[in-house]
């Protein structure tokens, strides 16, 4: 029996074309339903009964499923989506104190660059996610918490590794006459993919970029991120200074602060220079602890200081409040692949 086509993953004309649907305009009434959430094509009542029929027989709303849904006491959400190989992603709902719903979405299954504090890092690389695989998160976390505001590429995997994808993605959820999601609510996190910085700024989509740092000293992020190696922290902060002034979007430099390696004042004064003179703010990140992870989480004492020496030098600094520790959803601590099921049924795990 054919595979049957995630529909998830096309455009309106797409969906016409590959599933030979006349007139065409039927592939923008489906496209219309997906932005809305449909899961059956039951729920599509201005098509013909036997369209319906039809698709049903050819396509598939979702090709991937929920197998576990975790919920923290801060109302963060986790979910573990299963793929159709028995591999599985993470992805995870952010709700901010005013109130507005994040998706953090995945966009590999693991991830190749092995940075030394991120729990997803050590799982290696097994493959990149399909358009359809990215896009069912952000529908997957909507069924389950309502309208969401915003959406960041900020989960599993490296995000410029798959961009390919991660564009046809954003294009499928903007489109006005599907989600019509805002691009100016869509962030990009990267751990300093050069290439694709350039790439971004020059053949968009006109989103906003973030760029995991954590550290400005060169031997220290070589040594914790390994993709300091091959990108080095001069080009870089060229590219960064290239995407600010290409697009007009200030950058978000990401640091997780990790108690006593990158909070000493030579760090701060490190950051400190290379951020001077570029369109930045920077997010600073108190490191979740990993069991398997030989860190510290930083001190008190020891954020207020550090956010202090920036601040002191004049830049734009947020100490941010971690959210979803209790379930394994917050920031570095993405990190199943397998996936959990039980006879196929959701298993349902409350405020772990």
Known sequence: MAEKIALTGLLASEIAEQLEISPAFRGKQIFAWIGK?????????????????ELSQKATLRSTTVS?????????????????????VETVLLTDREGRKTACVSCQVGCAMNCAFCQTGHLGFARNLTPAEITEQFLHLEKHAGKLDNIVFMGMGEPMMNL??????????THKEGRGLSARRITLSTSGVIKGIYDLADNGPLIRLAVSLTTADPALREEIMPIGRTNPLEELRKAIDYYAK???RRVTLEAALLHNTNT??????????????????????PWNPVETLSFEEPTATECKHFVGKLEKAGLNVTLRTRRGREIGGACGQLGKTLADTISGCKISEQGL
């Open 246 to 248: 290409k697009t007009g």
């Open 37 to 53: 959430g449909a899961e059956s094509f039951d729920e599509m009542t201005n098509l013909p009964a036997a369209l319906r029929a």
């Open 164 to 173: 390919a994808a991660v564009r046809k993605a954003i294009a499928i959820l």
């Open 264 to 285: 000493s004042d030579e760090s701060a004064q490190n950051m400190i220079r290379f951020a001077r003179g570029i369109d930045v703010n920077i997010n600073l990140i």
């Open 68 to 88: 576990k849904v975790l919920t923290d006491s801060d109302g963060t959400i986790k979910l573990q989506i299963a793929l159709t190989d028995s591999l599985a």
